[in-house]
Each structure stands twice: as structure tokens, then as C-alpha cells.
């Protein structure tokens, strides 16, 4: 059974960070790309970062270049997005997707509540 599970949301001020968690099971991780989204109040999901199962690096939207690390540790079926310098428009639902070989989307966690404000 494929399993896909975020962690890591909360509420934090403007200009904190947080680290967000996905871990995936019941699929070969290291054979999937993966990518976070979110989804904001009243709006569409939209991609944030992905990474291939190819390699280590990052793809990122343009609203978060520079500030949001996406990464992965295929050892712990994990996948990461550390979060910094985090403002009010960050605020979303958070999710995970582990996209096998030749699909457009994949399996997709429950989402993690992100919440900046003071």
C-alpha cells in the first residue's frame, strides 16, 4: 500500500522557518520524482519545488527561489522543503507527490497546514 505523509506545518512568525517532511512507503522511492505543492485559501494548487529521481537537484517557482530547499534522502524514503524567510503569502496547505516513471502526477499525501502570521 503506498503511503504518502507530510510533516512539519505550524504556525511561525513572518521572517521564520520551518522544515517540512515527506515520507513515502510502499513504493520504490528512489524511482520516484517528487514534488511539493500548496494550496492556499481560494486558490490553486500550485507547484512549489520538485526534485528528480535522477539526481539531487531542485526545481523551484519563481515565489520561492532562493528562500525554500527542497531535498531528499532516498536512505529515509524522505523528502524535504526547508522553508526560510517565510511571509503571510506562504501561507497553504502543503502537499507531497511521488510521481513514478512516465506519469504527470502521482501519489499524494494528506497535506501539512502552514500558517505565517504574527
Known amino acids: 500500500q503506498v503511503r504518502v505523509v507530510e510533516s512539519g506545518g505550524g504556525l511561525v512568525q513572518p521572517g521564520g522557518s520551518l522544515r517540512l517532511s515527506c515520507a513515502g512507503s510502499?513504493?520504490?522511492?528512489?524511482?520516484?520524482?517528487m514534488r511539493w505543492y500548496r494550496q492556499a485559501p481560494g486558490k490553486e494548487r500550485e507547484l512549489v519545488a520538485a526534485?528528480?529521481?535522477?539526481?539531487?537537484?531542485?526545481n523551484y517557482a519563481e515565489s520561492v527561489k532562493g528562500r525554500f530547499t527542497m531535498s531528499r534522502a532516498n536512505a529515509k524514503n524522505t523528502v524535504y522543503l526547508q522553508m526560510n524567510s517565510l511571509n503571510p503569502e506562504d501561507t497553504a496547505v502543503y502537499y507531497c507527490?511521488?510521481?513514478?516513471?512516465?506519469?504527470?502526477?502521482?501519489?499524494w499525501g494528506q497535506g501539512t497546514q502552514v500558517t505565517v502570521s504574527s
Open positions: 510502499g513504493f520504490t522511492f528512489s524511482d520516484y520524482d
Open positions: 526534485i528528480s529521481r535522477y539526481s539531487g537537484n531542485a
Open positions: 507527490n511521488a510521481v513514478p516513471p512516465g506519469y504527470a502526477h502521482g501519489y
